[in-house]
Nanobody
Framework: QVQLVESGGGLVQPGGSMRLSCAAS????????MGWYRQAPEKQRELVAT???????TYAESVKGRFTIDRDGAKNTVYLRMNSLKPEDTAVYYC???????????????WGQGTLVTVSS
């Protein structure tokens, strides 16, 4: 059984910083990509940032220059460093991974349970 476990959410003031972590565990052969998505109240889930196994990254325009995604391949962990946070960054942040379980020939998309980030004074 493969799962993703996020940590690091909470309440932060506007202009503050926060780091989210997501660890993949279970019987994993390899991970192609990991990323972060978010869903604000009454809005659709949207891409925040992704990072490929070779290090290539993509960001939503709304977070470019403020957020940084990074990963530790040895630990199957992805991080999201968020700076200059704004109230509109308030959302549930979900970790996502595209991975190949051991013993399988098909990549799977796996989601974490989500962690709430609230930006408010």
């Amino acid at each position: 059984q493969v799962q993703l476990v996020e940590s690091g959410g909470g309440l932060v003031q506007p202009g503050g910083s926060m780091r989210l972590s997501c660890a993949a565990s279970g019987s994993i052969f390899t991970i192609n990509a990991m990323g972060w998505y978010r869903q604000a109240p009454e809005k659709q889930r949207e891409l925040v940032a992704t990072i490929m196994s070779w290090g290539s990254t993509t960001y939503a325009e709304s977070v470019k220059g403020r957020f940084t995604i990074d990963r530790d391949g040895a630990k199957n962990t992805v991080y999201l460093r968020m700076n200059s946070l704004k109230p509109e960054d308030t959302a549930v942040y979900y970790c996502n991974a595209d991975l190949l379980p051991r013993g399988s020939y098909t990549y799977r998309e796996v989601w974490g349970q989500g962690t709430l980030v609230t930006v408010s004074s």
